[in-house]
């Protein structure tokens, strides 16, 4: 039933490693994306992706890589995690990219780097 | 530039009292579009209004109620007869698609409500 969804919803990992954070919406949508939001709540774009082609990268280090394998997906791959990529990361998803469309947001996944 | 000012961080009041929490945005489009959402204790972000920059027209929700005025770049949000399940962070976010159609959510920086019992 669930919407947007993403797993994990926690992860807990040491600096240096690589993590991915996976994706999937229900609702049929051709847009989907990646937030950030800081310890201060800020939340922020990273990634807007369009029948799988990336639209926006918002200045995201080339760490950050978002993979979207078909239109239901969109996944995150974190390369060699740092201490200031401890964040809470949504993935929303929209039925186009037009202004109008609603985003729906997945539960968050809450990454804290040791 | 576009920009969303909540310049209330936090807002702490008494069940049953009604509270206003206030965004101001800039954009230099003619056509943009303005969104509020709320964030629970629980944490994910949960859609509540979506506003056109044509329609002027207030909106009401049950005990929620929107006020949007261009005059001043103002979208602000009234909860009546606050409840203590109204406890929650919330977002204004502005989409100015004149800038190309990217979906790029511009948001505040969120207004904690706190609602005591």
């Known amino acids: 039933d669930t919407a947007v969804s993403q797993t994990p919803k926690y992860l807990v990992t040491q600096m240096g490693n690589d993590k991915s954070i996976k994706c999937e919406q229900n609702l049929g949508h051709d847009t989907m994306y990646w937030y950030k939001q800081d310890s201060k709540k800020f939340l922020k774009i990273m990634f807007s992706y369009n029948n799988k082609e990336l639209i926006i990268n918002e200045t995201v280090p080339n760490r950050f890589s978002p993979k979207s394998p078909d239109k239901a997906h969109l996944n995150l791959h974190i390369n060699s995690l740092e201490l200031g990529d401890s964040a809470v990361y949504f993935c929303?998803?929209?039925?186009?990219?037009?202004?109008?469309?609603?985003?729906?947001f997945g539960p968050g996944t809450r990454l804290l780097v040791l | 530039a576009q920009k969303v000012t909540q310049a209330q961080t936090e807002i702490s009041v008494v069940e049953k009292e009604d509270v206003t929490l206030d965004c101001v945005y800039e954009t230099r489009d003619t056509t943009y579009y303005l969104f509020w959402y709320k964030q629970p204790p629980s944490g994910e972000l949960v859609f509540l209004i979506r506003r056109n920059s044509f329609d002027e027209q207030n909106e009401i929700s049950g005990r929620y109620s929107w006020n949007f005025q261009k005059s001043t770049s103002s979208f602000n949000f009234t909860i009546t007869a606050s409840q203590v399940v109204d406890s929650a962070v919330y977002f204004c976010a502005l989409i100015p698609p004149g800038s190309g159609n990217t979906g790029k959510l511009i948001f505040g920086q969120g207004t904690t409500l706190q609602v005591k019992p």
């Open positions: 929303a998803s929209s039925a186009g990219l037009a202004g109008w469309e609603t985003q729906y």
